[in-house]
């Protein structure tokens, strides 16, 4: 008779063994498994790893969609003072002052914009003036602090975000200068200069003519015009 502890004894002998063996033994192919009737091996890449795609797949969320926005620009004071609509007039100087005519000759704009600060183009969605219907900046200025030189805030063509000055005929332009704050819904200018500098770009209004414009320095700008001061402004997206 076999005691027990012996009979245990062989069995993990048995066990260990046949661990070597299988361990030992060469992966059985493909042919071999057909043979049998089984499926083939899965491919040795197409194991479950942590990768850094994965990583990123998993750690990062992916970039947010653009969202459309609407509506009629609103030029206000510093203190929140209502200066008036953005105009939409049939000849020169289309969109570049204050509108204090009738409801259709206020000017409605649509812009996408995927938020953060990629400035993007403000198009015009009902111009009683001919082509082109993109809200911007036209000339060269350059803007700069001690400077009273300007841009004209005026409808222009397309260019691209982060772009110098587009000549195109006797006039330099730039479309993709705008960001948005979806909050206040405040938008905001960023000018390129000729030499790719990015001063700072405030809208100005100069109500004696009923001129919008951009400046970099209104204080040096009212200095030099005097007789003609302007005020800052800010613009804003409204129903």
């Known amino acids: 008779m076999f005691s027990a502890a012996r009979v245990s004894s062989w069995l993990l002998v048995l066990f260990s063994a046949l661990v070597l063996v299988a361990r030992a033994a060469p992966l059985e192919t493909n042919a071999q498994r057909f043979a049998r009737g089984l499926p083939p091996l899965a491919p040795a890449n197409l194991r479950r790893t942590s990768t ?31 200066v008036g609509f953005i105009r939409n007039w049939e000849g020169a100087a289309s969109i570049s002052g204050i509108n204090f ?68 005929g006797e006039y330099s332009y730039e479309s993709a200068i705008w960001t948005f704050n979806p909050q206040t819904k ?36 009212n200095k030099q015009f005097d007789y003609y001061p302007a005020g800052a402004v800010n613009l804003y997206l409204v129903d």
Do not use: C, M, W
């Open 101 to 168: 005519g009738t409801s259709d000759e206020e000017l409605h704009v649509s812009f996408l914009t995927s938020g953060g600060n990629k400035p993007f183009d403000i198009l015009a969605t009902n111009p009683n003036f001919p082509a082109p219907y993109y809200v911007g900046a036209s000339g060269t200025g350059p803007l700069a602090k001690g400077s009273y030189k300007t841009v004209a805030f005026t409808n222009v063509g397309q260019t691209p975000a982060g772009s110098k000055p587009v000549k195109a």
């Open 186 to 221: 405040a938008l905001t200018a960023h000018f390129v200069n000729p030499d790719g500098s990015k001063p700072k770009t405030q809208l100005a209004y100069d109500a004696r003519a009923n001129e919008l414009f951009f400046v970099g320095d209104l204080a040096a700008y």
């Open 52 to 82: 850094g795609t994965d990583s990123a797949e998993h750690g990062h969320p992916s970039a947010k969609p653009p969202v459309s926005y609407s509506g009629r620009l609103q030029a206000r004071t510093a203190d929140g003072t209502v």
